[in-house]
C-alpha cells in the first residue's frame, strides 16, 4: 500500500531502505508536545478565520487531546512507515475523529510545521538550561563567599604565577556562565517568531491570521518571509553555539577538577557519592564525573559541527538533509544539562583542602612579583630594573633551596644594597593577595564584593 498521507500519486509503496532512512519519528517524537500544541493553535484559527467549521475544529482539537493523554501514558504506537511525529499524530487523528482530521492540513506543510516544533522545543529547553546554569552559578557563589581569603596558587602555562584566593576562581565561572546565560538569552529572544502558516514555501492562498497562531503560542510575531522561515536553522545554530561555549567552560573547570583532586595537588576533595573506585587498585578515588563531563564536551562541539555541515550547501528552500538537524542538537543539549548537574553537584558539594592550597601558593616564587612591584614603591626602580634584581633574587633562593623569604636581609643586600627588612611584609602570599585590591582583582575583599554584586543580580533577576 503506498503512502496514506502523500501516496496519491505513487504506484508502489517505499522499499524497505527508503522506509529506514527516510523515517525520523525514532527520534522526533519527542517534538509531541510541541506538535499537538502547534496544531490546535493552527485548527482554531482556521476555524476564527473560516477556512474550516468551529465543529470540525473542536473536534479536531479534543482529538489531538485524547492523542496527548495517549502519548503520556505511553499507549500510542509509533510507526515508523508514518515517517515522522507529524504524520503519525495525524494518521491516529484519523482513526478516531475520522473526516474533520484531513482538514487540519490546510494551508499549513511538515516543512512550517516542524519548524514550528522545534523552536517550541528549542524555547523549553533553553529556558531549562537557564535555569540549570543558574543554579550553577549560585552554587558557585556560595564557594566564592566561604573561600574569599583561601589563599591557592594562581597558574599561567600552569606554572605556579601568583597567590590568588579560591574565591576568586570561583567567580571567574561565575562571570563566564553569565556569558553563557547572556548568549542563551540572546539566542532566545531572535528564535522567537512563528514559521506557522509558511506552508511548504511559499505561503497560502488561504487567508489565514498567523499574528493569532504566533500568539497562541507565545512567539513575538510571525517570521516575514515565507522562504526564509522554512529553511532556517539558524536558531539550531545559535543555541548550539553557545551550548558548545558554555559546555567548554564546563570542561575547563571539570580539567581543574581532575588535576586539583590528584595526589599532587590535593587541592580539593569530591565527596565519594561523585567519584568511583577501580576494581583493581584498591585505593583508587577517580573523578569520573568531571572527567564525562570534558569528555561531553566533545558531544556538543560535534553536534554544532553536524548542524553547520548540513546546512552549508542547502539551497532555499527545504531539503530533507534538514531532518538531521534533530539528533545532533538533541543530543548535544542533552549532554550540555546533564554536565551542567553534574558540574552544579560538584561544585556544591566539593571539600577545600586549606593548609595544601596553601603551601602550593607560598612555593614557585610565587610573590616574586610583589617583591618587584616593592622595589619600584619602596626604592623607586623602574619596573624593568626591579624586575632583573629580583629576577637574581630567585636564582640566588633557587641555588640555596629555600623560598624568597628564606634569603637573609644581606643576601638580598648582595644583589640591591637598597633593601630594607621592610620587604620581608611583601613576600607573604597573605599581604600579597591582600594588595590586590586592583577592580577586578583577588584580595579578599573585592571577592567578598564581586560574590555580593553577583548575588544581588540574581536576586534581582527572579524579581524581574
Ligand atoms: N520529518 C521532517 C523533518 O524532520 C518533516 C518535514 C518533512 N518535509 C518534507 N517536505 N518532506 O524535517
Known amino acids: 500500500m503506498s503512502n496514506k498521507m502523500w501516496g496519491g500519486r505513487f504506484g508502489e509503496s517505499p522499499d524497505a531502505i527508503m522506509e529506514e532512512i527516510n523515517a525520523s519519528v525514532g527520534f522526533d517524537k519527542r517534538f509531541a508536545p510541541q506538535d499537538i500544541r502547534g496544531s490546535k493553535a493552527h485548527a482554531r484559527m482556521l476555524a476564527k478565520q473560516g477556512i474550516i467549521a468551529s465543529a470540525d475544529a473542536d473536534q479536531i482539537v479534543a482529538g489531538l487531546e485524547a492523542i496527548e493523554g495517549e502519548i503520556e ?22 482513526e478516531n475523529i475520522g473526516e474533520p482530521a484531513g482538514r487540519l492540513h490546510t494551508a499549513r506543510s511538515r516543512n512550517d510545521q516542524v519548524a514550528t516544533d522545534f523552536k517550541l522545543y528549542m524555547r523549553d529547553t533553553v529556558d531549562h538550561l537557564d535555569t540549570q546554569l543558574r543554579a550553577l552559578q549560585e552554587a558557585l557563589l ?30 571567574a565561572y561565575v562571570e563566564m556562565t553569565a556569558r553563557d546565560r547572556g548568549r542563551f538569552a540572546d539566542a532566545r529572544k531572535r528564535l522567537n ?34 522562504l526564509d522561515a522554512v529553511s532556517d536553522r539558524d536558531f539550531v545554530l545559535e543555541t548550539l553555539s553557545a551550548a558548545a561555549i558554555a559546555a567548554i567552560h564546563l570542561s575547563r573547570l571539570a580539567e581543574e577538577l581532575v588535576i586539583w583532586v590528584t595526589p599532587g595537588f590535593n ?17 583508587k578515588k577517580n573523578p569520573d564525573a568531571a572527567e564525562l563531563v570534558r569528555a561531553k564536551t566533545g558531544r556538543v562541539i560535534g553536534g554544532l559541527t553536524t548542524l553547520l555541515v548540513v546546512m552549508k550547501g542547502l539551497p532555499l528552500a527545504y531539503s530533507k538533509d534538514m531532518q538531521e538537524d534533530k539528533e545532533a542538537a538533541f543530543d548535544a543539549l542533552d549532554a550540555l544539562s546533564l554536565c551542567i548537574a553534574a558540574m ?35 626604592l623607586g ?28 636581609l644581606a643576601e638580598m643586600q648582595e644583589v640591591e644594597p637598597r ?22 582583582g583577588t584580595a579578599p575583599d573585592n571577592v567578598r564584593a564581586m560574590a555580593a554584586y ?5 536576586i534581582q533577576e527572579t524579581k524581574s
Open 73 to 94: 501514558a505511553g499507549s500510542f504506537e509509533f510507526s515508523r512507515a508514518l515517517e515522522d511525529i507529524h504524520m503519525n499524530i495525524e494518521a491516529r487523528l484519523k
Open 419 to 440: 633593601i630594607t627588612d621592610e620587604v620581608y611584609g611583601v613576600l607573604g602570599i597573605d599581604n600579597s593577595v591582600k594588595s590586590r585590591t586592583s577592580f577586578g
Open 142 to 171: 556560595a564557594k566564592a563567599d566561604a573561600h574569599a581569603e583561601t589563599v591557592m596558587p594562581g597558574f599561567t602555562h600552569l606554572q605556579t604565577a601568583q597567590p590568588v584566593t579560591f574565591g576568586h576562581h570561583c567567580l
Open 344 to 378: 552544579t553537584a560538584m561544585v556544591a558539594r566539593l571539600e577545600v583542602n586549606e593548609a595544601n592550597m596553601r603551601e602550593a601558593a607560598a612555593k614557585g616564587f610565587s610573590t616574586a612579583t610583589d617583591l618587584a612591584d616593592w622595589l619600584v614603591r619602596a
Open 454 to 458: 553577583w548575588q544581588k543580580a540574581l
Open 267 to 283: 587541592f580539593v576533595r569530591l565527596p565519594d557519592s561523585l567519584t568511583t573506585g577501580s576494581s583493581i587498585m584498591p585505593q
Open 381 to 408: 626602580l623602574p619596573f624593568r630594573d626591579a624586575h632583573h634584581v629580583t629576577g637574581t633574587l630567585v636564582a640566588k633562593a633557587e641555588a640555596k633551596g629555600c623560598d624568597l623569604d628564606g634569603l637573609t
Open 193 to 226: 517568531e512563528s514559521p506557522l502558516g509558511s506552508a511548504a514555501l511559499a505561503g497560502t492562498s488561504f487567508l489565514i491570521d498567523r499574528q493569532m497562531t504566533a500568539e497562541a503560542l507565545g512567539f513575538d510575531g510571525p517570521t516575514r518571509n515565507s
